[in-house]
């Protein structure tokens, strides 16, 4: 009877340690399956050079930045495209994961988003027409209609200068860069803020008949919005930003900068106030 005992006992703890060794091993593929294999982007589908489709197929130094992130990092990256003014309504939504498209950081952004690691420093700059030489600070822009795209920076930007500078402009704001673009062609806008980056291109490939002011607004971060106390975002935003840091230092980014613009945005510079 001890020995019926003993071998009984012995079978019970065999399968006792394989079913504990089968849960275990099914905790750890259930740990693995639930990591993010996918990101969802949503990026502009007009927005030169940043992000757009041409001839049905999207460009911009956001998709080569995305693809490198792919890359790094093993995520799948699917994009949802629509006009600028739309793009944070598909990360609110849940539509989107993220937005990819320049996004500056600032104080009332932060308030409702976590952010990745910058990936880029932008100085923002007032563009005019060519014609207009007469315009080389800040403050002459006093009295000029001045326009921005709807969700974009520029709105707040152009209450700053109007503050600081202690001057009235006249704002006017539109539902796409593309829509500001033609009212500038037009005449009806005098004045618009874009990203150095984008006013370079722009006007270097005849996008626009335009030149830069030569005074800086202001030096802006650029960096991945993600939704606050989500699992999901905040996993998902670790994981970017830990390829963002890898290919700032691996050159991948100055890359894509230089590719697209002639010299490199991926670095902080020195000795500049980064706005808030």
């Known amino acids: 009877m001890k020995k019926i005992l003993l071998v009984l006992l012995s079978i019970c703890v065999i399968f006792g340690t394989a079913a504990c060794g089968k849960n275990e091993k099914t905790s750890v593929t259930q740990e693995k399956s639930s990591a993010p294999t996918e990101i969802i982007v949503a990026a502009g589908s007009a927005s030169v050079p940043n992000s757009y489709i041409e001839n049905g197929i999207h460009k911009g130094h956001e998709v080569d930045i995305w693809n490198a992130i792919s890359e790094k990092t093993g995520l799948k990256v699917k994009f949802v495209t629509g006009e600028f003014n739309t793009l944070f309504g598909y990360l609110d939504s849940g539509k989107a994961d993220t937005v990819g498209n320049t996004i500056t950081l600032n104080a009332k952004r932060k308030e409702k988003y976590d952010f990745s690691e910058p990936y880029a420093y932008i100085p923002e700059r007032l563009v005019v027409h060519s014609n207009r030489t007469d315009i080389k600070n800040l403050k002459d822009i006093a009295g000029m209609t001045c326009g921005f795209s709807s969700g974009s920076n520029g709105g707040n930007l152009f209450q700053q ?14 539902d796409s860069s593309e829509l500001l673009n033609e009212a500038f062609r037009q005449g009806k806008v005098d004045v ?42 905040e996993e998902v935003n670790k994981i970017v ?4 840091k890898e290919m700032q230092q ?20 020195a000795n500049t106030k980064i706005a808030d």
Not at 161 to 174: E, G, H, R, S, T
């Open 161 to 174: 200068i109007a503050k600081a500078q202690d001057i009235k402009i006249n704002l006017v704001v539109f």
């Open 250 to 269: 691996d050159g991948t980014l100055e890359k894509i900068y230089s590719k697209w613009y002639g010299m490199d945005f991926s670095k902080k510079p």
């Open 192 to 233: 618009m803020i874009f990203a150095g980056a984008e006013a370079a291109y722009k006007i270097k490939n005849k996008i626009i008949d335009a030149r830069m002011v030569e005074e800086n607004i202001v030096v802006g971060a650029k960096a991945y919005p993600f939704v606050k106390g989500n699992a999901k975002s």
């Open 241 to 244: 930003t830990k390829a963002i």
